[in-house]
């Protein structure tokens, strides 16, 4: 089992910054496969950045450049960097872990909700 709370979300301006965190609990953290994911407003959950457990990352097309995947598996922390802020990049924030080479079991957090508008 892994227990996954994100923190950082909020409101934000266009062009702005935000830090989002998500702390890992109750398994081998390093060994997980690590993702953020987010919902917007009548639209389907979708994938924003994944890093592997060895620290191999991928981006949607459409962060590529303003946001930043890492990991602290010292800390069981994931964060998300997210520069240049877009009022399109609002929408609820969600932490996912799967371990590496399965692809199920799939754990999520509760989300956290950031808002860009001026």
């Known amino acids: 089992q892994v227990q996954l709370v994100e923190s950082g979300g909020g409101l934000e301006q266009p062009g702005g910054s935000l830090r989002l965190s998500c702390a890992a609990s109750g398994s081998i953290f390093s060994a997980y496969v690590m993702g953020w994911y987010r919902q917007g407003p009548g639209k389907q959950r979708e994938l924003v950045a994944a890093?592997?457990?060895?620290?191999?990352?991928n981006y949607a097309d459409s962060v590529k450049g303003r946001f930043t995947i890492s990991r602290d598996n010292a800390k069981n922390m994931v964060y998300l960097q997210m520069n240049s802020l877009k009022p399109e990049d609002t929408a609820v924030y969600y932490c996912?872990?799967?371990?590496?080479?399965?692809?199920?079991?799939?754990?999520w957090g509760q989300g956290t909700q950031v808002t860009v508008s001026s």
């Open positions: 996912k872990a799967n371990r590496e080479g399965w692809p199920l079991p799939i754990y």
């Open positions: 890093i592997t457990s060895g620290g191999r990352t």
